[in-house]
C-alpha cells in the first residue's frame, strides 16, 4: 500500500480515517503513549494509523488488529471502526491513477515469473513454513486480545487487588446516602456533561470510559481513590462520603492524577 497523499484524503468519501480517530484520542485526553504501553503495539504504528500511512504499518491482516485494540483502549467500537479502515482504503484506491494500477499489474506479473521459476521443492518448504507459523501468529495476537480486553489492567490484579465494588446507577436511587462500612470510602460521581474518566480505588482500576451526560455512579475503597484522567473536568460532578467536592477543573479541562482520601474530608473546601 503506498503512502496516501493529500489529494488522495481529497478526493476520498468523508474525512481521513486517522484524523477522525485522532480527535476521538484527544477528546479523552488518552496519549499515544498509554495506548502502546496498555496494547503492547509500536508508538510508531500508532502514529502511523492516525497519518493515515499505510505504506509504514505492516500487512493488512495485522494493522486491522492495530485498529480494534486502538478503538477498544479510548472506548469506540472496533468493529466499526474496522469498517471505517476498509471504506476509506477502497476509497483510496478507487481513485489510484490507471499508471500506479497498471505499474502494480507489471510488479504481479514479475513476481508470478518469479515464482514460476522456484524449484518445486522450495515452493513445499515454504507451504510447510506457513502451514505452522500462520496458526502460532493468529493464536498470539488472540491471547494478546484477551489479556487486553480491559485496557490498562494487569490480569493478575484481577484476583489479587484490594476489593473494590462499583454499584450500578439504577440500584442507587438519586438523592439518597448509601449506608458504608465503618472506615470505608464512597465516591459519588454525576456527570453533567459527556467527559471521560479512568478511576482507580486502592491501586485497582475500577472505570475506564466515557461518562455520559446525566450517568451517575458510586465506587467504594478503603484507603483512597486516584482519578488518573478526567477529559472533561467541569463536566463531573464528585461527592465523597456525602460531601460535595468542588470542581476538579473547568469545562473541557484534562486534569491528571488526583487523589482522593480522608484527608480530603477535612479539606475545608469540601461542603
Given at each position: ?84 479502515y476498509e471504506h476509506f ?169 488526583h487523589r482522593l482520601d ?10
Open positions: 500500500m503506498r503512502l496516501v497523499t493529500p489529494d488522495d484524503r481529497e478526493h476520498s468519501e468523508g474525512s481521513s480515517f486517522g484524523d477522525e480517530l485522532r480527535k476521538q484520542r484527544e477528546i479523552r485526553g488518552i496519549s499515544l503513549r498509554e495506548i502502546a504501553d496498555s496494547t503492547k503495539i509500536s508508538t510508531r504504528f500508532l502514529e502511523a494509523i492516525e497519518r493515515d500511512d499505510f505504506e509504514t504499518l505492516p500487512a493488512a491482516v495485522f494493522t486491522r488488529g492495530f485498529i480494534r485494540e486502538y478503538a477498544r483502549y479510548v472506548g469506540l467500537d472496533p468493529g466499526e471502526q474496522v469498517d471505517r482504503i477502497q476509497a483510496i484506491e478507487e481513485v489510484e491513477a490507471p499508471e500506479i494500477r497498471a505499474a502494480a499489474k507489471q510488479e504481479a506479473i514479475r513476481r508470478d515469473k518469479l515464482a514460476a521459476a522456484i524449484p518445486q521443492h522450495r515452493i513445499r518448504r515454504v507451504v510447510v513454513i506457513a502451514v505452522i507459523l500462520v496458526p502460532l501468529i493468529l493464536g498470539f495476537f488472540w491471547l494478546r486480545r484477551q489479556f487486553s480486553s480491559s485496557p490498562g489492567v494487569d490480569p493478575a490484579a484481577v484476583t489479587t487487588a484490594p476489593v473494590a465494588t462499583r454499584t450500578t446507577p439504577e440500584r442507587v436511587p438519586p438523592g439518597e446516602a448509601v449506608p458504608s462500612e465503618s472506615g470505608e470510602l464512597r465516591l459519588v460521581v454525576e456527570a453533567t456533561e459527556d467527559s471521560w474518566l479512568v478511576l482507580h480505588a486502592d491501586g485497582s482500576q475500577v472505570h475506564s470510559d466515557v461518562v455520559r451526560a446525566g450517568q451517575r455512579m458510586e465506587f467504594t475503597a478503603r484507603e483512597q481513590f486516584e482519578l488518573k484522567s478526567i477529559g472533561n473536568a467541569g463536566g463531573v460532578r464528585l461527592t465523597l462520603n456525602d460531601r460535595t467536592l468542588p470542581p476538579l477543573g473547568r469545562t473541557g479541562q484534562v486534569v491528571r492524577d480522608r484527608n480530603t474530608l477535612s479539606s475545608p473546601e469540601a461542603q
